[in-house]
């Protein structure tokens, strides 16, 4: 009976660690990590989980003043996660922690912080005269991410063996992206352009002289520009676009990794391109994510003022 008992145990317990694996691999790296230092602040302030709905609730009302509505939304989420994975009932789901949210968002409104899109004209700006190796890296990192129309974990997630080089140019397979979980994965296509500032030729450029042969495309560069075998994390793209905007005059406050994906749209909109193939380039589910940049390409067009006038 004992031996039964314990053998019993044993299934339980294995079953749980596959339980957690699973539901661990149900969220992206960039996700767990975000989630992880979300309930790590939740836990500094002096939170607990299993948590209570008191508890959110006054954790919410001490930082609103403090963080954006975005940023509480998602440390609720973050907190409702970390009672799943546990198997705990979440907490997050009450009345008092969401009519305490609700009100917050009210209170102070809960529009995002929209940043500054990296036009064409400015990503030339950027790349112009870039040498030496981390300029090399820098120059395709940038063409490359503006004209794939990338997030920076996905540019930071491509390999050497995911470019296929063909005849109208290249061929990225993305194996997966924020809004591709599962990892089906999707192809962009980045045809040769005329002119000095060619995405393909870049990333030639950029392969040849740091002699890459496999693994992360882009890497980190040591302080006597040897090229390292450890790629760029997400946080890397947005400090080298903070940094290349500033050397042209612009102010870095107002752009981040993500500038580089909304210039390809908001300079796409603003040529005229049709919203189905931003998508196809860019891999937004639908034309209705992308009504943002297409109102704000289209500020000036057939502008009220400027018709009458």
């Not at 008191?54 to 609720?76: D, G, N, Q, W």
């Not at 994975?85 to 008092?96: C, M, Y």
Request: with cysteine.
């Amino acid at each position: 009976m004992q031996n039964k008992l314990l053998s019993h145990r044993k299934t339980i317990y294995a079953l749980s660690s596959k339980v957690n694996r699973y539901l661990q691999a149900s969220l992206s790296e960039n996700t767990r990590r975000a989630y992880c230092n979300d309930v790590a602040h939740f836990l500094k302030w002096g939170g607990r989980i299993p948590a209570t709905p008191e508890s959110i609730a006054s954790y919410l009302a001490v930082h609103a003043t403090k963080l954006s509505v975005a940023t509480l939304s998602r440390r609720v989420v973050a907190i409702g996660k970390a009672h799943t994975v546990k198997r705990l009932p979440s907490p997050t789901h009450s009345d008092l922690v969401t009519a305490t949210l609700l009100g917050i968002r009210r209170t102070f409104g809960s529009a995002q912080r929209r940043v500054t899109p990296a036009l064409l004209k400015d990503v030339q700006k950027m790349v112009k005269g870039l040498d030496g190796m981390k300029g090399l890296r820098d120059r395709a990192l940038l063409l490359t991410g503006f004209a794939g129309g990338f997030r920076r974990s996905e540019l930071v997630s491509i390999l050497v063996e995911d470019v296929q080089f063909v005849d109208q140019g290249i061929v990225i397979n993305l194996r997966r992206g924020k809004t591709d979980q599962t990892g089906k994965g999707r192809e962009i296509a980045i045809p040769f352009v005329r002119g000095k500032y060619c995405p393909v030729t870049a990333i030639k450029d950029w392969l040849a002289h740091s002699t890459i042969k496999s693994g992360c495309l882009f890497r980190r560069i040591s302080r006597y520009g040897q090229v390292m075998d450890l790629g760029l994390s997400a946080q890397s793209v947005a400090l080298i676009v903070k940094h290349r905007v500033k050397e042209i005059g612009l102010d870095p406050r107002n752009f981040s990794g993500h500038s580089l994906r909304a210039g390809l749209v908001t300079s796409a909109v603003k040529s005229g391109v049709s919203s189905w193939k931003i998508c196809q380039q860019t891999g937004h589910q639908s034309s209705e994510m992308m009504q943002r940049y297409i109102r704000d390409g289209q500020l000036f067009t057939d502008n009220t003022v400027g018709t009458i006038w």
